[in-house]
């Protein structure tokens, strides 16, 4: 009760004062979303769930405690509500007085919100306290029970998010990602939800967006796992043996299905292991050898601990092979696609809209690089999910397109990019897809969709914006590398700038956007806030030039119509040798003052964001170009960060 109120206390204390101290970590002080209460419901929730339950680690205390002339039932209930009610007392008068202290004038949304804090907190405790007390009751020691605490909390996130999306990379060549492995690891991974029902990191700046409707979901899970839990710790506190202390596990039956449960995925990653060691093109060999290795070694130190004798290592050899096969049979369907992952294709009739995102087509993502070892790492397709819709007679062409890709991937050529594809489907679900791009026709054929303003609409985050951003202080900034200037505009002439710039974009082709350089580029974003969108502009995009020329701003001036004094070039060039130069680079710098080489140099050169379509418009990316330009007041110069067209 002690620790509980301390940490409490410097919760009210460090939202009193509104500083920054080392127990603060979140985006959200009086509400759901603060981490620092999420950590101290966590950190209780194991501290009660041990220390609560810790006499059923020694025979001694369990003989005492269990000869008292008093029901299990009763010793439970007073060590449970005990455990708490340490919690819940300093949660509750805590969000209380943090309401009374920042804002108790309002009786509505503040303290909804700091009610809302206790609830989600209340909730998130009671899932570790009894995922800890779960581990207690199947234990007799404590460090098993901690390790077991562990294995609990991080198996479903472990083993569906890291080794299942490891096997499908490794194998489904059409793998993107899937949405049922998302739910699982959403609704069954313990952190996870608990973070998703507190809404963490979901605010931005501010505080105080959580609804109970957003996250009721999450809410219902975390109580209803918890109620599921809730059952099992008893069923088990009353079916545990006096003489289980001091034993690795509690009840033998349970030996079996922890040890399964742990080997298998451990299984499976040796197998994975082995098949990298071995390289794309080894055969399936591999990966089994991996699996016999990787089951023999776990299940031997599974016994190990189970049995406390290093002798148990060969025991259970029937069980052992038992686990291997089931290992093996989950391999092989991975390696031969039993589940027909890569020639399924949802029905047209159940598809809502489609999305898509090819890689190097519009990637305007910061570090994003267009290499061949890096072609299925698409920073972009996220947002293009949620920002694209591809519906009627665009989704027909979409799925055409997408067929043709489908059939080329059967053929394994080799790709020269990849296209992220989300099926939208009318049941609420979404289902995902990478096809590989393997020829400049594929790319052709998508001139259509390209062309579409439901793609645009995907892919230029400026004209998601509109009226009602104007009125909440939105401004636009124009730059085009050498300078960036913001013309003063009323709110009529916002909507006139984004009419010019809508009116242009459609009419963009997918040859001048995938072949030609930008002139420049629109950021319409708000001062103190990390929201906003950027719309390039282009040479044919003369209602919006025209309209920024009108405010006195150079929008059609090029790199080249500058004054380029000289140009530094920056080439990495990784070294080659030993294993121990692996991963080091040098650095060559080379300046250019001559102006013929400068006038040769300057038609390839673009600043360096307007490398967004590297697939169609391949430039350096080893060679970093800072051009020196006149400035224009005084002896001044300009640095702008290039790249070269190859």
Not at 364 to 391: G, P, V, W
Not at 611 to 632: E, F, H, R
Request: net charge neutral.
């Amino acid at each position: 009760m002690v620790l509980s109120c301390y940490l409490f206390g410097m919760y009210v204390l460090e939202t009193a004062s509104g500083g920054n101290g080392l127990l603060w970590a979140g985006d959200d002080r009086l509400g759901p979303g603060n981490q620092t209460v999420m950590a101290i419901s966590i950190l209780l929730a194991v501290l009660c769930g041990i220390q609560g339950f810790s006499y059923l680690f020694s025979q001694d205390r369990t003989d005492f405690y269990f000869s008292l002339p008093v029901r299990r039932r009763t010793l439970f209930s007073a060590a449970y509500w005990n455990g708490f009610l340490i919690f819940a007392a300093p949660c509750l008068l805590s969000h209380l007085l943090s309401w009374f202290i920042k804002d108790s004038k309002h009786l509505g949304d503040s303290l909804f919100l700091a009610l809302a804090g206790f609830l989600v907190a209340a909730a998130g405790f009671l899932l570790f306290y009894h995922i800890t007390l779960l581990a207690v009751l199947l234990t007799g020691n404590i460090v098993i029970a901690g390790g077991l605490l562990a294995f609990f909390v991080f198996y479903v996130s472990v083993t569906f998010g890291v080794i299942v999306q490891m096997y499908s990379k490794m194998f489904f060549q059409t793998f993107y990602q899937a949405d049922w492995l998302k739910r699982i690891k959403l609704y069954l991974s313990p952190l996870d939800l608990y973070q998703r029902m507190a809404g963490s990191g979901e605010y931005g700046a501010g505080a105080g967006r959580w609804s109970l409707r957003a996250h009721a979901p999450y809410l219902a899970a975390a109580l209803g796992l918890a109620a599921v839990l809730y059952v099992l710790v008893r069923v088990f506190f009353y079916r545990r043996p006096a003489e289980a202390a001091g034993k690795a596990i509690a009840f033998p039956a349970a030996q079996p299905v922890l040890r399964f449960l742990l080997v298998v995925p451990l299984g499976l990653m040796g197998g994975y292991f082995f098949r990298l060691c071995g390289g794309q093109s080894s055969s399936v060999v591999w990966v089994l050898a991996g699996i016999l290795v990787a089951v023999f070694t776990f299940h031997g130190l599974a016994e190990v601990i189970f049995q406390f004798r290093f002798r148990a290592m060969l025991s259970r050899q029937r069980q052992m092979l038992l686990t291997a096969g089931v290992c093996a049979l989950i391999a092989c369907s991975f390696y031969w696609d039993l589940w027909r992952y890569d020639s399924y294709l949802p029905e047209e009739g159940k598809i809502s809209s489609v999305s898509v995102s090819i890689k190097g087509m519009d990637d305007t993502a910061s570090y994003s690089e267009f290499r061949k070892e890096d072609l299925r790492n698409d920073l972009m397709a996220e947002s293009r999910f949620r920002h694209m819709e591809l519906t009627g007679e665009r989704k027909s062409a979409a799925l055409e397109w997408i067929r043709s890709l489908s059939e080329h991937s059967e053929g394994k050529q080799e790709a020269i990019t990849y296209a992220a594809v989300a099926y939208h489907m009318k049941n609420g679900s979404d289902i995902y897809r990478q096809y590989p791009v393997t020829s400049s026709v594929d790319l052709e054929a998508f001139q259509p969709i390209y062309e579409s303003g439901e793609y645009k609409a995907g892919t230029v985050s400026l004209i998601s914006y509109g009226e009602e951003d104007i009125d909440n202080g939105y401004e636009f900034t124009w730059s085009n590398g050498v300078s960036a200037l913001t013309p003063d505009l009323s709110g009529e002439e916002k909507m006139e700038l984004f009419a010019c710039y809508r009116r242009d974009l459609e009419d963009l082709s997918m040859e001048e956007a995938t072949e030609g350089v930008p002139l420049g580029m629109l950021n319409f974003s708000k001062e103190g806030s990390m929201n906003g969108g950027i719309g390039y502009i282009y040479p044919s995009f003369t209602e919006t030039v025209n309209f920024l020329k009108g405010k006195g701003i150079p929008a059609d001036k090029r790199l080249s119509d500058y004054e380029i004094l000289k140009i530094v070039a920056v080439t990495q060039e990784k070294e080659s040798g030993s294993w121990t130069d692996y991963g080091r680079v040098s650095i060559k710098r080379e300046t250019i003052d001559s102006k013929a080489k400068i006038k040769a140099l300057e038609k390839r050169l673009m600043y360096q964001k307007y490398g967004i379509q590297p697939l169609m418009q391949p430039y350096d990316m080893d060679t970093d170009y800072q051009v020196i330009i006149k400035g224009n007041e005084g002896d001044t110069i300009v640095r702008v960060n290039c790249v070269a067209l190859k």
